[in-house]
């Protein structure tokens, strides 16, 4: 079977497409026949080992995947042959097939195509884990999402909209902006061409937002959390710019903001149920047509490296899939 693979923690241009042997099932497991795989920020990490987790060489990247069940092993039971199904496989989804713990092949939503399904699992799990279980956000509260048109920003958007929240979507440009507001945003902000911080205090009235979502960090971390209000909630989601802010927690005390870790890798495996619930609630909301990833760009998988420097290169909006 073909498979992109990284021998050497050298970058995405030491990804090579190469023939290994195609996998079979174990007990316990249910091999994939992987249709579309989905590519996230953290790839552009893990291929140079600058990411939370180190896999063992060679892997494959992407994280999650949709296709169709082609084998299960003894004593499965809880899916079949046939069945359509998406995984969070942490690393290793680019390739024609591959082999899955039962108990982590969820059947797929009949509303979605493989491409859209491939890209359900981490940014919305990531987005309603930070929303939900750790800023426990109400409706009506005030929800300012940082890199609103990316992947898991988008994410944030539209599940801030369905938890109730007045969302303002901040982004690099107008063009960005319209996606997010295509996908519910209330309020636009162009952090290019405004001030950040003053700029959500006037859209606020001077009170301040409730939460921060923050997948971007840099420059932008500490505009945002000088915008916070009284007890507000600022969730640490990842670095997409590049470096990671120092904060000044004079603020955090003068505000009494508590400033949230989203480790949604590690949650998972630490709190299944809550996990579990969250997934739940996704999928119910995809069910009723009221979440659907907006895919931005489509490579085949001979072409990965190219979906891997969009991402890095900061071009896309919404996620981006490999199709099989």
Same mark, same amino acid.
């Given at each position: ?10 970058g995405? *241009?030491?990804?090579?497409l ?13 091999? !994939? ?10 790839d552009?990490l ?5 990411y ?12 999650e ?6 084998e ?7 899916? %079949?042959?046939?069945?359509k199904?998406?995984s ?9 097939y591959v ?10 939503? *009949?509303?979605?195509?493989f ?16 929303? %939900?279980?750790?800023? %426990? ?12 048109a990316?992947?898991?920003?988008l994410?944030a ?10 969302? !303002? ?17 209330d ?15 006037d859209m ?27 007890y ?19 603020l955090?005390?003068l ?13 998972i495996k ?17 069910a009723e %047509? ?6 931005? =760009? =489509?490579?085949p998988?001979?072409?990965?490296a190219?979906?891997? =420097?969009?991402?890095?290169? =900061?071009?896309? $909006?919404? $996620? ?5």
């Amino acid at each position: 079977m073909r498979a992109i693979m990284c021998d050497a923690f050298e970058g995405v *241009d030491n990804l090579k497409l190469v023939e290994i042997d195609k996998p079979k099932a174990g007990p316990g497991e249910v091999l !994939i026949r992987v249709k579309a795989a989905a590519l996230n920020f953290f790839d552009t990490l893990i291929l140079r080992d600058k990411y939370q987790f180190t896999p063992d060489l060679p892997f494959s990247p992407a994280g999650e995947i949709a296709g169709v069940i082609e084998e299960v092993g003894e004593g499965v039971q809880s899916v %079949r042959v046939g069945q359509k199904a998406i995984s969070y496989i942490r690393w290793g989804g680019a390739r024609d097939y591959v082999v899955v713990p039962a108990e982590e092949a969820i059947t797929m939503p *009949d509303p979605l195509g493989f491409a859209e399904a491939a890209g359900l699992v981490i940014t919305y799990g990531t987005t309603i884990y930070g929303l %939900r279980s750790r800023a %426990r956000m109400q409706p009506g509260e005030t929800l300012a999402v940082l890199g609103a048109a990316g992947g898991v920003g988008l994410a944030a958007v539209e599940i801030g909209k369905l938890m109730g929240a007045r969302v !303002i979507a901040c982004a690099s440009s107008d063009e960005k902006l319209q996606l997010c507001e295509a996908h519910g945003a209330d309020d636009l902000l162009n952090y290019k061409s405004s001030d950040l911080k003053q700029t959500l205090k006037d859209m606020t009235d001077g009170h301040g937002v409730d939460v921060v979502y923050d997948p971007v960090g840099g420059d932008l971390s500490e505009a945002a959390l000088r915008a916070t209000g009284w007890y507000g909630r600022f969730l640490v989601v990842g670095f997409a710019s590049g470096t990671i802010p120092k904060m000044p927690l004079n603020l955090v005390m003068l505000k009494g903001v508590d400033l949230l870790g989203v480790f949604w890798g590690e949650a998972i495996k630490r709190e299944p149920a809550d996990h579990a619930a969250n997934m739940k609630q996704i999928m119910t909301w995809v069910a009723e %047509r009221k979440l659907k990833p907006h895919i931005d =760009r =489509r490579y085949p998988l001979e072409e990965t490296a190219d979906a891997i =420097r969009a991402i890095a290169n =900061r071009e896309v $909006k919404g $996620k981006v899939v490999i199709t099989l």
